[in-house]
């Protein structure tokens, strides 16, 4: 009997969560503001927010080539992703505008339905942190922290809430260290910069100005774990300096969010599955595992494979790769290990 109620409970937990397996918001976009003329209705606004909503999320989530391939989808299509909206309206001091704020819940499973008829991966960053250090070079003098207008202006422009970019301080070691590199900056080892933070993401960004203002931009980057170089030219034309030098801070952190982004795609048309035991006991049962799972985005079902009073064999259908699932796990107080050639996962 006692097997029986066991059996039963299991099939509840998991026919209960099936249909919407994580409550994650990575689909969700939140602070949508518009305004609202006397003229339009609220219908046509919640259109607005939709559109401006979507655009936003494949902005967040997708590489810029894949952008492109959305660029004809017809609102129509766009509308049928969507799961939920919600209004709220702002308070406008100076009482002129009405404005609304809008926060938009897009469909999981349409959205990944959407991407891989169309062929496209997508990024879920979990470390938004990058410690870059940008370098001027002008006229064979080389300006670190004085003088450099990027380093004094780096986080004035193009403001988004998808890469924290961090500066160091200016002191002494970082300097020096420079300097014993700088007839060949190139070489210079990206870890011995941020000598605190050596796992995390890093990047030097060196940027040459020749006679006629154009830059050179050369970005190299350790993002987990791995070696990333790119190069970027950029001509000066008609735009006055400062407008330019704007111009070359927007440019190298689009291609710097791009490539995290890269480093952090997930690939619909190719799932993964992970055999692991859960332990019964006081502290580690399945409705607690099941509801800290249930957040992670990453994570498409669980199986239940085998189980009596004492484990449950489970299997994980999960997309990306298997480290990152582990560090979601980890920020769940999820442990997963592997021993004896057994996974074994608890909760913590």
Same mark, same amino acid.
């Given at each position: ?15 209960? #969560? ?91 499973? %349409? ?24 370098? @001027? ?60 933070? #050596? %796992?995390?993401?890093? #990047? ?29 030219? @950029? ?81 994980? %259908?999960? @997309?990306?790769? @298997? ?26």
């Amino acid at each position: 009997m006692k097997l029986y109620k066991q059996i039963l409970f299991i099939l509840v937990v998991f026919f209960k #969560t099936e249909t919407l397996f994580s409550e994650n918001n990575l689909f969700s976009v939140n602070n949508i503001e518009l305004e609202k003329k006397d003229k339009i209705t609220n219908n046509r606004l919640a259109d607005q927010a939709i559109k401006k909503g979507f655009n936003q999320l494949i902005a967040r989530i997708l590489l810029k080539e894949d952008i492109e391939k959305l660029s004809n989808l017809k609102f129509s299509s766009i509308k049928q992703l969507v799961t939920y909206y919600q209004i709220t309206n702002i308070s406008n001091e100076d009482k002129k505008r009405e404005l609304v704020n809008f926060s938009v819940t897009f469909d999981k499973n %349409k959205i990944h339905n959407l991407f891989y008829k169309k062929g496209i991966t997508y990024s879920e960053i979990l470390d938004r942190e990058l410690y870059i250090l940008p370098i @001027l070079i002008q006229n064979n003098e080389i300006y670190i922290f004085n003088n450099n207008f990027f380093y004094e202006n780096w986080n004035k422009f193009y403001k988004n809430d998808l890469i924290e970019f961090i500066l160091p301080l200016e002191n002494i070691e970082i300097i020096e260290n420079i300097n014993n590199y700088r007839a060949n900056l190139i070489n210079l080892n990206v870890s011995s910069l941020f000598q605190e933070y #050596t %796992k995390k993401n890093l #990047t030097l960004v060196l940027i040459k100005n020749d006679k006629l203002g154009n830059a050179k931009i050369y970005i190299k980057s350790i993002i987990q774990d791995k070696n990333i170089s790119k190069n970027l030219d @950029l001509k000066k034309k008609d735009l006055s300096t400062d407008k330019f030098n704007e111009l070359v801070i927007i440019e190298t952190k689009k291609e710097m969010i791009n490539l995290i982004k890269a480093k952090n795609v997930i690939d619909i048309r190719t799932p993964f599955f992970l055999n692991v035991k859960l332990n019964l006991d006081k502290t580690n049962n399945l409705v607690k595992l099941n509801s800290r799972i249930k957040k992670i985005d990453s994570i498409e079902k669980l199986y239940v494979q085998e189980f009596n009073k004492d484990y449950i064999n489970l299997r994980i %259908k999960y @997309l990306g790769n @298997l480290q990152k699932i582990i560090n979601q796990l980890k920020k769940e107080n999820i442990d997963l290990k592997l021993i004896n050639d057994q996974w074994v996962i608890k909760t913590l």
